[in-house]
């Protein structure tokens, strides 16, 4: 049966953009024409949590309402580089436990972290939405894998921006940074674009 996991911050005891993660997970039961009887709010109170620092809180669940949960302190990954990878056929719609692909392409790439392409266009890391910056704003890829909950946010506080990204006009873009529940905006953690060590050289030159 399929499982399905949601990655929540909690922080100082206090937990972050729930209602976000509460709607995909009620409209992943919904894809499937099933209810969605899980309440995040509720199963965090359950914890009793009283630790400060920050922490990531993990729901793995099934279609059928049952789950298990698991809070465990978090440290934010740093990378030393970044690939690009080409899967025209990956498909990340739902936010699925099951991460085989994701592993298969870290190992098959010679990079610290990956970058997918797909079909030319710029997507997601294994882990992460992503930012790109151009004149001093910030975008982000049309064409993400998964609809993130801080990309969500962020576009909805006009933070940032979302636009086309390919292979093709990724040069255009001095620095990226990677985002998702647990880690944020912060414009003093980004990376040059030449951390990305396959970076075409002409257009059409993406070569692995």
């Given at each position: 049966?399929?499982?399905?996991?949601?990655?929540?911050?909690?922080?100082?005891?206090?937990?972050?953009?729930?209602?976000?993660?509460?709607?995909?997970?009620?409209?992943?039961?919904?894809?499937f024409a099933k209810e969605c009887k899980i309440d995040i709010q509720s199963l965090f109170l359950n914890l009793e949590h009283d630790e400060d620092g920050l922490y990531k809180f993990r729901i793995e669940y099934d279609l059928e309402n049952n789950f298990k949960t698991q809070i465990v302190p978090y440290a934010i990954s740093e990378h030393d580089d970044f690939g690009l990878v080409i899967d025209n056929e990956i498909d990340?719609?739902?936010?699925?436990?099951?991460?085989?692909?994701?592993?298969?392409?870290?190992?098959?790439?010679?990079?610290?972290?990956?970058?997918?392409?797909?079909?030319?266009?710029?997507?997601?890391?294994?882990?992460?939405?992503?930012?790109?910056?151009?004149?001093?704003?910030?975008?982000?890829?049309?064409?993400?894998?998964?609809?993130?909950?801080?990309?969500?946010?962020?576009?909805?506080?006009?933070k940032i921006k979302e636009t086309e990204i390919t292979v093709d006009n990724i040069k255009e873009y001095s620095h990226f940074q990677l985002i998702n529940a647990l880690n944020d905006f912060d414009e003093m953690f980004i990376?040059?674009?030449?951390?990305?060590?396959?970076?075409?050289?002409?257009?059409?030159?993406l070569e692995f």
């Amino acid at each position: 049966m399929s499982r399905f996991i949601e990655s929540i911050k909690v922080e100082d005891q206090k937990i972050f953009l729930t209602e976000l993660h509460q709607k995909r997970m009620n409209e992943t039961f919904s894809n499937f024409a099933k209810e969605c009887k899980i309440d995040i709010q509720s199963l965090f109170l359950n914890l009793e949590h009283d630790e400060d620092g920050l922490y990531k809180f993990r729901i793995e669940y099934d279609l059928e309402n049952n789950f298990k949960t698991q809070i465990v302190p978090y440290a934010i990954s740093e990378h030393d580089d970044f690939g690009l990878v080409i899967d025209n056929e990956i498909d990340y719609t739902f936010k699925s436990a099951d991460r085989t692909q994701f592993q298969k392409m870290k190992n098959d790439s010679s990079a610290d972290e990956i970058i997918i392409v797909k079909e030319n266009q710029i997507t997601d890391t294994s882990y992460s939405n992503l930012l790109f910056l151009k004149d001093k704003t910030w975008f982000t890829p049309k064409t993400y894998l998964l609809n993130g909950v801080m990309r969500q946010s962020l576009l909805a506080s006009k933070k940032i921006k979302e636009t086309e990204i390919t292979v093709d006009n990724i040069k255009e873009y001095s620095h990226f940074q990677l985002i998702n529940a647990l880690n944020d905006f912060d414009e003093m953690f980004i990376y040059p674009i030449e951390k990305i060590i396959n970076l075409p050289k002409e257009e059409s030159d993406l070569e692995f």
